[in-house]
């Protein structure tokens, strides 16, 4: 089996929910953790990309931004850097509910595309991926041109987008829910996992 690294996106400010929404909790876990242990099932080692150590009751490599302020790709950069394998699952901290069965099919699908994310019901799901480490020297271009836009550095690379849909075996309501608002947290946080 080819090794994988996991990293957790999970950097961002959050200024939309007031509060670190990674370290919110449905039922009895945060969503950080939610997501980690799904991870942790498909993975060799698994990367946080944190500007803080809130996170170090999990056990992963925190990875700070080398280029802070920059939105998911710093993130991405740095963690693609830092990770000791080809290739990478990446996922945001606030989509709590994605399960490891998705994630065994999204890396089985992956191929050898620089860039594998998914789209469902007309919408794609840029954080969600497998990236290739490969990938930071197009990157780093990137950022040093000041474009900090993942769609349209993703666009610049061998990208395969796959359907998700709900006939999928692994499909759940609340695989691509995104908890970004206290609205959003509101109306999941009694949701059961899967």
Known sequence: MEKI??????????????ENKAILKIKNKTLIE???DQMKKVCDEIIIS??????????????????ENIGGIGGIYSSLKNSNNEKNLIISCDTPFINYKFLEFLIKKSGNYEI????????????????????IIKIKEEILK???SLRKIISKFNCQIIE??????????NLFANLNTKKDYLKYKDETYF
């Open 146 to 148: 000041k474009n900090y």
């Open 116 to 135: 594998t994310i998914c789209k469902y019901e007309n919408q794609i799901q840029y954080l969600i991926g497998i990236y290739q480490k490969k990938n």
């Open 164 to 173: 998700i849909n709900s006939i999928m075996k692994f499909f759940n309501k």
């Open 34 to 36: 939610m997501v980690f």
């Open 5 to 18: 690294t996991g990293i957790i996106l999970a950097g961002g400010k959050s200024r939309r929910m007031g």
């Open 50 to 67: 944190s500007n803080t150590n809130e996170y170090d009751f999990l056990k992963a490599k925190n990875i700070k931004d080398i280029y």
